[in-house]
């Protein structure tokens, strides 16, 4: 989303600094029409917050990466469909329905039918905020996108049928839990799970990681909370299905 949205002129110096790098306008417009035309079929945010502190004032030793998550909605309406026409469920199929089909999590996530989980987002067209650090919930104290008048605020969110989220705030306890893949296809892989963890000392957050399937997943479990749905994209994973056989272990994953 970062790149649909911002440009070198737009993006504050520093501070946007983000891998891969921002672009220029006709990058951006580039970027749209491969959005408009089908040929990029997925929007996400990556967020990789940190503070404006940690930008610093020299770039090459400046930390990638800022939030956006968000945003998602907000930006997909405001600059794709009230500006340049996408339908609604065109937007539903970048931000949601794809990216569950991607990570093998469809129908469960990514659509609304009996089954699924009744995520759901309740959002007002009409509603229209200027961007600044303080509207997009986040520990992150700066945000290149500051100054930036959306439209199409998401007033409801519900998780699993439960309200997490309402006119502005966050309501109840996490309620975030591992996510299992339910994709299966011709190699005959099932939903086995290969999953090992890591942490730093007893009692502390713990990372776990592992493959659903094809599907690379992670969860981060915090003692006495919840565990967290992470959706993680393994960059350095490669498996030739078919070719390799699935990984029965931590160390292979």
């Known amino acids: 989303m970062h790149h649909l949205a911002l440009t070198h002129a737009t993006a504050g110096g520093i501070v946007g600094k983000v891998n891969p790098p921002i672009r220029t306008e006709g990058d951006r417009e580039a970027l749209w029409q491969a959005v408009q035309d089908g040929r990029i079929d997925t929007v996400v945010s990556d967020h990789a917050c940190c503070a404006e502190e940690d930008k610093g004032e020299d770039l090459w030793k400046a930390l990638p990466g800022f939030g956006g998550t968000a945003l998602l909605y907000p930006y997909l309406v405001s600059e794709g469909h009230l500006r340049r026409g996408l339908p609604l469920t065109r937007i539903v199929e970048l931000a949601s329905a794809n990216p569950a089909r991607a990570f093998g999590i469809y129908p469960r996530k990514g659509t609304i039918a009996v089954g699924g989980d009744a995520d759901l987002v309740v959002l007002d067209p009409a509603r229209e905020h200027v961007v600044s650090p303080e509207v997009l919930h986040s520990a992150q104290d700066f945000t290149p996108f500051a100054g930036m008048r959306v439209r199409g605020w998401p007033t ?98």
């Open 156 to 253: 409801h969110t519900l998780l699993r049928g439960r309200t997490v989220f309402q006119d502005g705030a966050v309501i109840g306890e996490p309620q975030g839990r591992s996510t299992s893949s339910v994709r299966s296809g011709s190699t005959g892989l099932q939903s086995e799970r290969c999953e090992g963890s890591a942490s730093t000392r007893s009692g502390a957050p713990a990372l776990r990681l592992g493959l659903s399937g094809a599907t690379p997943w992670a969860s981060l479990v915090i003692p006495g909370r919840a565990e967290l749905d992470v959706v993680a994209v393994l960059a350095n994973l490669q498996l030739a299905l078919g070719t390799r056989s699935h990984p029965r272990s931590f160390s292979e994953c």
